[in-house]
């Protein structure tokens, strides 16, 4: 059984830059699709940057060209660079793991079945 944890998270002031981990043990996940996921307080959780099992990626619109995940299979780590934060970047991000269902990975939560317990970011303005 796969198990993640992140880490990574903290505050940071509008313009800085963070850089999550997800360490992911138990089973490898290379033939797993993984994600980054995020949640505000009063807001549903909401996809932030997927990857398949080789390497194509799909970010939301709003963190393109900021945020950038990769995963390193030989370490079994997701990792998500996040550059330009802005005060609305500010939530939980949770880390998530699933089995492929089609050729491309979605941004849909209900896609992952395994998840971490969440790294908090804070970007103040």
């Known amino acids: 059984q796969v198990q993640l944890v992140e880490s990574g998270g903290g505050s940071v002031q509008a313009g800085g830059s963070l850089r999550l981990s997800c360490a992911a043990s138990?089973?490898?996940?290379?033939?797993?699709?993984m994600g980054w996921f995020r949640q505000a307080p009063g807001k549903e959780r909401e996809g932030v940057a997927v990857?398949?099992?080789?390497?194509?990626?799909n970010h939301e619109d709003s963190v393109k060209g900021r945020f950038t995940i990769s995963r390193d299979n030989a370490k079994n780590t997701l990792y998500l660079q996040m550059n330009s934060l802005k005060a609305e970047d500010t939530a939980m991000y949770y880390c998530?793991?699933?089995?492929?269902?089609?050729?491309?990975?979605?941004?849909?939560?209900?896609?992952?079945?395994?998840w971490g317990q969440g790294t908090q970011v804070t970007v103040s303005s």
């Open positions: 998530a793991a699933g089995r492929p269902l089609m050729p491309w990975a979605r941004l849909v939560p209900s896609d992952y079945n395994v």
């Open positions: 138990g089973s490898t996940v290379t033939h797993y699709y």
């Open positions: 990857i398949n099992t080789v390497g194509n990626t």
